[in-house]
């Protein structure tokens, strides 16, 4: 129930036990979503996405509560979460996977590096697999940054779109994600 | 013929009507949690407890609605775009209420003081959220 307790908590505690793991979190992680159609465009962001990232095996965990993403319009925010994602029903949405196309010595010096995130991603309560490619970028101060993008199709999690409005929401939602982590 | 014009005249006033409604809902903004009346008034540390004990029930309870919360200011940041965010104690220093705000007061508190919001539950990702929050005193 308290799985990101405990894990923020393991991130915390393991590294003094195990000297060779590397992890990083942080709380504030931008999530932004965008719906582009003819008839208008929607978007949303979220920058209170938790995550966690363990260098040494490559595990991600990032969990973002639906409620958060603010949207420009009220009304469009109030449709999001009472009739597509049905946040009162699943709070959260979350992604655990590993990331791959690194190892842990590239990441002690300055530069971008492509990488490949594969996991599942969980919204309204299903969960598929997600792949999607990404960038890490170790700045000079040692700061580690973390970008991806990728799709989202509302039909995919059991998400209906009523006929009405039909058009004006993209059958295929562009979701970016950013994070700035800082090494526990 | 008058009769059928003025019945023409009263549909194309209530369709007018109906179309600025409907322009005046699309376009309507999100409204901070002034207005709203809380669902509790509760400590900071009272209102993580409610959600670290079960998490299902305190959803249930506080999720998308007005939540009035009590605590004392462990930090404040205010970014250059977006809400200011004052982070409250809750004697937990893994896991804070934060409080969202584009009140104008809330980036000048700072830590240490006391302070009451009212701000909509957005729920606990490790902390619990209040977003578009006003500063009750």
Same mark, same amino acid.
């Given at each position: 129930?308290?799985?990101?307790?405990?894990?923020?908590?393991?991130?915390?505690?393991?590294?003094?036990?195990?000297?060779?793991?590397? *992890?990083?979190?942080?709380?504030?992680?931008?999530?932004?979503?965008?719906?582009?159609?003819? +008839?208008?465009?929607?978007?949303?962001?979220?920058?209170?996405?938790?995550?966690?990232?363990?260098?040494?095996? $490559?595990?991600?965990?990032?969990?973002?509560?639906?409620?958060?993403?603010?949207?420009?319009?009220?009304?469009?925010? /109030?449709?999001?979460?009472?009739?597509?994602?049905?946040?009162?029903?699943?709070?959260?949405?979350?992604?655990?996977?590993?990331?791959?196309?690194?190892?842990?010595?590239?990441?002690?010096?300055?530069?971008?590096?492509?990488?490949?995130?594969?996991?599942?991603?969980?919204?309204? @309560?299903?969960?598929?697999?997600?792949?999607?490619? $990404?960038?890490?970028?170790?700045?000079?101060? @040692?700061?580690?940054?973390?970008?991806?993008?990728?799709?989202?199709?509302?039909?995919?999690?059991?998400?209906?779109?009523?006929?009405?409005? *039909?058009?004006?929401?993209?059958?295929? !939602?562009?979701?970016?994600?950013?994070?700035?982590?800082?090494?526990? | 013929?008058?009769?059928?014009?003025?019945? %023409?005249?009263?549909?194309?006033?209530?369709?007018? !009507?109906?179309?600025?409604?409907?322009?005046?809902?699309?376009? *309507?903004?999100?409204?901070?949690?002034?207005?709203? /009346?809380?669902?509790?008034? !509760?400590?900071?540390?009272?209102? +993580?407890? /409610?959600?670290?004990?079960?998490?299902?029930?305190?959803?249930?309870?506080?999720? $998308?609605?007005?939540?009035?919360?009590?605590? !004392?200011?462990?930090?404040?940041?205010?970014?250059?775009?977006?809400?200011?965010?004052?982070?409250?104690?809750? $004697?937990?220093?893994?896991?804070?209420?934060?409080?969202?705000?584009?009140?104008? *007061?809330?980036?000048?508190?700072?830590?240490?003081?006391?302070?009451?919001?009212? @701000?909509?539950?957005?729920?606990?990702?490790?902390?619990?959220? %209040?977003?578009?929050?006003?500063?009750?005193?």
């Amino acid at each position: 129930m308290k799985t990101e307790r405990i894990l923020l908590l393991a991130a915390l505690i393991l590294p003094t036990l195990l000297q060779a793991q590397v *992890r990083f979190a942080t709380r504030n992680g931008h999530v932004t979503f965008t719906s582009e159609t003819p +008839l208008e465009n929607i978007e949303a962001t979220n920058d209170k996405a938790t995550s966690v990232f363990d260098l040494s095996s $490559g595990a991600v965990e990032v969990a973002v509560l639906m409620k958060a993403f603010t949207f420009e319009k009220a009304l469009m925010q /109030e449709h999001f979460n009472e009739n597509y994602v049905e946040s009162d029903k699943y709070p959260k949405g979350t992604f655990k996977g590993t990331v791959s196309g690194f190892t842990a010595g590239d990441l002690t010096k300055p530069g971008s590096y492509n990488v490949t995130v594969t996991g599942d991603l969980t919204i309204h @309560g299903v969960t598929k697999p997600l792949t999607a490619e $990404g960038t890490l970028v170790v700045d000079p101060t @040692g700061v580690l940054k973390a970008v991806t993008t990728f799709i989202v199709k509302p039909e995919d999690f059991d998400i209906k779109i009523p006929g009405l409005v *039909r058009d004006n929401i993209a059958k295929e !939602i562009d979701v970016k994600v950013q994070i700035e982590y800082q090494k526990l | 013929m008058r009769r059928t014009k003025l019945i %023409l005249l009263v549909l194309v006033a209530l369709g007018a !009507i109906a179309a600025g409604y409907g322009l005046w809902e699309y376009n *309507r903004g999100l409204s901070d949690a002034g207005a709203e /009346e809380p669902v509790a008034r !509760i400590e900071a540390s009272a209102l +993580l407890q /409610e959600f670290s004990a079960d998490e299902a029930a305190a959803n249930a309870r506080f999720n $998308g609605k007005a939540v009035q919360v009590t605590g !004392i200011v462990k930090e404040v940041t205010a970014p250059a775009a977006g809400p200011t965010t004052v982070s409250l104690e809750t $004697g937990d220093p893994l896991s804070l209420v934060i409080c969202e705000s584009d009140d104008g *007061r809330a980036a000048q508190l700072k830590a240490g003081n006391k302070v009451t919001l009212k @701000g909509f539950c957005a729920g606990y990702n490790l902390d619990v959220l %209040l977003q578009r929050c006003v500063i009750v005193e």
